[in-house]
């Protein structure tokens, strides 16, 4: 009985900090799920992967319909940028393969805490109408571009799609910050599905009870943190963000400490 309330308690806490991440930021559940894992249980880190993956599914997808509602989410390039993130994190994790010890550890958890500290220092105040105002081929040029460098640079790291996502759609693409977290969690729905299969179709069977409680918790906090958003002024919403970040940053790293 106790173990089952600690796996409950681990998992609602993984849920929190990887939904709120989602909904809020258009992080990837991946970031905050698969540490705690395998920190709290001792998980296989290839197994708590693919429950992290799984549980970013739903919670993207349900997150991306949130945004989409409320005309918050740009699909056409969206689906431009996803293409090119699925095909060259397949050319970078081949390329990184060549390298020896090619690694960049702590590469997300950096990237989460001084991305947070970004959105409070320096908020993203872009109005719809300015971004708007890109021709749409020019747009488009810049999808294609864009997605093939993160998803070069999160196949050769393995980390850092989400961040890197946001990072690119708010400060390269102009993004105003509600539509950048919309067509962020729009493409990691689709690419954490991709990885989600492959994971378990080469490492077989999840802990059945961990993936259903961490899909859950991640789905149920993912779509208080879009409700929220979406009713919040650009200018508190880079703050939350900015602060959710520095918390899931920081907790990640400690996590890592004591893994």
Request: aromatic share 10%; hydrophobic share 60%; proline share 3%.
């Amino acid at each position: 009985m106790m173990m089952l309330l600690y796996t409950v308690f681990i998992c609602l806490l993984a849920g929190i900090g990887a939904g709120l991440g989602t909904g809020f930021a258009g992080m990837s559940a991946a970031a905050v799920i698969s540490p705690m894992l395998i920190t709290f249980f001792g998980m296989p880190a290839y197994s708590a992967m693919g429950i992290a993956l799984a549980s970013d599914v739903l919670a993207s997808a349900a997150s991306a319909y949130t945004y989409a509602k409320n005309r918050n989410l740009d699909v056409r390039n969206g689906v431009i940028m996803m293409a090119f993130v699925l095909l060259f994190t397949v050319v970078g994790s081949w390329v990184s393969s060549f390298v020896p010890n090619a690694t960049m550890g702590g590469f997300s958890t950096v990237m989460t805490f001084f991305l947070g500290i970004k959105f409070i220092v320096r908020p993203v105040m872009t109005t719809k109408a300015a971004m708007e105002g890109v021709p749409a081929k020019k747009r488009a040029q810049q999808s294609a571009l864009m997605g093939a460098l993160v998803g070069f640079i999160c196949g050769f790291v393995g980390a850092g799609g989400g961040m890197m996502m946001l990072l690119v759609l708010t400060s390269v693409l102009g993004y105003e910050l509600k539509t950048a977290v919309g067509t962020s969690v729009f493409i990691m729905s689709f690419t954490a599905l991709t990885g989600a299969l492959s994971h378990f179709a080469i490492g077989g069977a999840p802990n059945m009870l961990v993936l259903v409680l961490c899909v859950v918790f991640t789905l149920l906090f993912a779509q208080i943190g879009a409700r929220i958003a979406k009713r919040s002024t650009p200018k508190v919403l880079n703050r939350v963000v900015g602060v959710i970040l520095v918390i899931l940053g920081g907790a990640i790293f400690l996590a890592n400490l004591l893994a």
